[in-house]
Structures are given as C-alpha cells and as structure tokens.
C-alpha cells in the first residue's frame, strides 16, 4: 500500500473590516419653531456708518437679534470693530494715522480718526471701537456675532478674543445661549478656536459644495454662505441635515429675503434690519430670544441625530482544512504507468489577498516519494483546482520549503472554497521499486500579502 500524506499550515494574520451606516437624517430644519435671526451687518450699516456705535446702536433700536463685528488687530495688539484691513474706506483724519493697514497703526493714532465722517457730517465723532469697548457698552445686553476677519496666527487674535469673552462673562452665555457666534472665513481660525473650547458656537463664512457640508459639523453650529442663487432649499436641507443652521450674507432687498426664507434659512445678515423685522412681523423673536431659542433648536436636532454607528468587525482569518490524504494505490513494477491521486482542502480568508501552496520540507530526495533509502526517480507532480482561485499553473513538481509551488491564487476575501490537490506520480517501466510504503509529508500553506 502506498499512500501521501499531506500536513496544512495556516498562516494567520490580523486584520479588520468595519462597515459603519450613516447617520440618520435630520429632519428638515435645525427646529422649525425657531424664529429667524436678524444679524445686523456692521450694525445698521444701511443707514449708519459702518462698526460705530451710532450703526450698532440703531441695530439695537430696531431690534436685531445680533449685532455684527468684523476684528482686526492694532500694532499694538488691540482687537479693533473694523472691517477692512486698511483704514482707508472708512476714517478720515491725519493720513499718518488715518490710511493705511490697521495693523501698522497704533490704537492711539487710530483713535484719532474720525470712523463716520465719511459716511455723513453728523457722525464726524464716531470713532472706531475696540472689542472691549463694545462689551462695556452693551454687556450682555446683545448678542455678538464676531468674525475673524484674515487671521494671522501671529496676531493670535482667537486668543485674545477668547480672553475678553472671559473678562465680560461672555464665554459661559455664548456656550449656553449662542450670546456670541464667532465666524471666520478661515477654517484654521475656527479650528484655533475650537481647539480651544469646543463648547463655543462657530460659524464657517463660506459655500462649501453639498458633499462637503457635513465635515464642517466636525467643528461649527453653523454656515454663513454668500446668497446667490445655489442657496437654495436642497443645500439648506443638506446643511441641516447635519444640523448647521444657516445664516446668508449679506441680503438687504425683501425680495431677497423673501427668497433666502424660502430656501429655509435660519436667519440672515443684513444692512437693513428693519427691513428684515418687518418681513418677519410676529414670527421674530424679542430680546435676546431669538439666540438662545437657535441654540435650543441646535441642542434638538443634536439629540434627534445623535450618531449611533452600527457596524460589525471581521476577524483576521486565514483558514486551511485538509481532507482525507491522498493515495495511489499499488505501484506496479515494470508497467509504465501515470498513477493520479487527490485530496480537499477548504479555505477561508478574509485577506485582501492570498495564495495556496505545497512543499516538500523535507531535505532528502525533495519532491520526490520515498521509501526508507530509497526514492522514485521520478518527481511528484501537483495542481489544484477550485471554483474562487485562480489556477497559478500547469502541475509542476513539488518544490521544497525555500521554493514552494503555488498552486491557487486569490484576488479577494474568500470563503469555504472547495480545492481539489491533484497530484500525478510517472513510473516508468525500468524504474526499480523497493517493496514497502513510498510516502512523503507535505506541507499547504495558506498565506497573504494584503492582511
Ligand atoms: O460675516 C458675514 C459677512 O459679513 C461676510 O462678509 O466681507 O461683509 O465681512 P464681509
Ligand atoms: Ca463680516
């Protein structure tokens, strides 16, 4: 009797897959209850001049539910209301302290520069407010919506800005009441921000595409487009489905208005709050109520979708399971003959990749059958079939351990696939063959480069 006995390997490898479902979709609109939101830009800069207390006080007068500020940072590190970053537009005063880019003047000699005799004679004493000066005025009488305006990391004005929400104990009352939003065009200023209290409101001026509007959830409340015809209902829906309220800029005709309430937007920014107020009749808020009524709407629709992965982990698995061994029968002495013979094996992976193969380990007569002392003179030749590999070749002579024949190939995760080894041993008619058992111990290995 005559008879191959064959030994698997298994070689195993760690490896994970995750499928995780999306979140669920929000319903329409952070809160429907919510009224929308009158942002006074630069104050009631329709009709007043500009970041002056004479614009954020007629904002106030008419009832906005925000006031807007745009930072720029002195020379010598004041945070200044001013909207561009020269004082050209918008002082008039001695040209050494009056034109040219804020950040080379000091408060002082900006100061000195009338900020409303440009816009008309009787706000020649206007002034260009600093940030702390608002809040001493105002206090938590308003709410503040404050933007970064071309941050340099070097001026550091989130920190600075920071700093005085806490000096006025404004922090705690824009966490928990959006009394300030804090909005940049600069992703990175809002991230310096949100690095530094994640709690705190942000808003990104910007017209991210459809598929990017869900990233800035990561780390804003909110998105402040400029109104053109692509805000439209479906990218405020797609905005509030990750729950980013919506505030365009800047809208200063009814018609407009009429359009970007249409579209569902959560409030606006405005020249013309009275225009805004008006339009709203009984739907806008009062007081400071329109603020904290956003962020509870912005706290309900967190909780209607709050994420809730749902995914299953595969364990790393490469598996080899052997059949029964094959055996030729008897050999027949001087009848020239191809004896065949096979056996199964089932393999499961869950590798990017994998290949099977077979190997003689032993050194003596490699590839070859024997029987004690004695060999055939003949190789041993295998292959393999299944219904998911990918046949590496014609049957070949087993290789040794350094040099392996493989037999099947896959190109992807695989499961009980059914092999058949298939092997063929030649004797010839002059072969001379000792009575007894010509054997041989083989070793399959199941292996990957793409665990
Ligand atoms: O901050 C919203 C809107 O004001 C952005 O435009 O140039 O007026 O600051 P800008
Ligand atoms: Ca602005």
């Known amino acids: 009797m005559r008879f191959l006995n064959k030994v698997a390997t298994t070689a195993l490898v760690v490896a994970s897959v995750a499928a995780l479902a999306p979140a669920a979709q929000a319903q329409s609109g952070p809160e429907a209850a919510a009224a929308p939101l009158v942002v006074a830009h630069r104050g009631a800069s329709g009709t007043r001049p500009e970041h002056t207390f004479a614009s954020y006080d007629h904002a106030i007068e008419l009832g906005a539910d925000y006031i807007e500020q745009d930072l720029q940072v002195t020379s010598d590190g004041v945070l200044v209301d001013m909207h561009d970053g ?42 260009v407010p600093t940030l702390e000066e608002l809040f001493q005025r105002y206090g938590n009488t308003v709410n503040y919506y404050i933007e970064t305006k071309q941050p340099d990391p070097a001026d550091h004005m989130e920190e600075k800005l920071l700093a005085l929400l806490d000096k006025y104990n404004l922090r705690t009352a824009s966490i928990n009441n959006w009394q300030v939003l804090i909005q940049s065009f600069s992703a990175d200023s809002l991230k310096t921000v ?61 018609a407009n208005m009429q359009a970007a309430l249409a579209a569902g937007v959560d409030g606006m920014f405005t020249n013309f709050s009275d225009l805004l107020i008006g339009l709203l009749g009984d739907r806008k808020a009062k007081g400071l109520q329109g603020a904290i009524d956003a962020k509870r709407s912005h706290d309900a629709c967190l909780a209607r979708n709050a994420k809730a992965p749902v995914g299953g982990t595969v364990g790393a698995t490469l598996s080899l399971t052997l059949g029964t061994p094959a055996g030729f029968g008897a050999f027949v002495p001087g009848l020239a003959k191809d004896y065949t013979a096979s056996t199964t094996a089932t393999v499961v992976s869950t590798a990017g990749n994998a290949a099977l193969s077979i190997a003689d ?47 099947l190939n896959y190109a992807a995760p695989v499961s009980n696939d059914a092999v058949t080894v298939n092997f063929k041993q030649s004797i010839g008619a002059a072969d001379a063959l000792r009575t007894g058992q010509y054997a041989k111990t083989l070793t399959l290995t199941l292996a990957t480069t793409a665990p």
């Open 86 to 127: 020269t004082l050209n537009r918008t002082t008039r005063g001695d040209a050494a302290n009056c034109t040219g880019a804020v950040n080379t003047k000091t408060l002082a000699q900006i100061k000195t520069c009338s900020a409303g005799s440009w816009f008309g004679a009787e706000y020649v004493n206007e002034k």
């Open 361 to 407: 380990p032993s050194t003596t007569a490699t590839g070859k059958l024997v029987n004690g002392t004695f060999s055939l003179p003949q190789g041993l030749l295998v292959d393999a079939t299944s219904a998911a590999g990918t046949v590496a070749g014609p049957a070949a002579t087993v290789g040794g351990s350094a040099a392996p024949t493989t037999l």
């Open 194 to 254: 949100h690095a530094m209290d994640p709690r705190l409101p942000l808003i990104f001026l910007g017209n991210p595409s459809l598929a990017t509007i869900p990233s800035y959830a990561d780390y804003a409340v909110g998105l402040g487009p400029s109104f053109g015809s692509s805000i439209n209902a479906n990218w405020v829906n797609t905005a509030h489905a990750s729950c980013l309220d919506v505030h365009p800029y800047t809208i200063n005709t009814v």
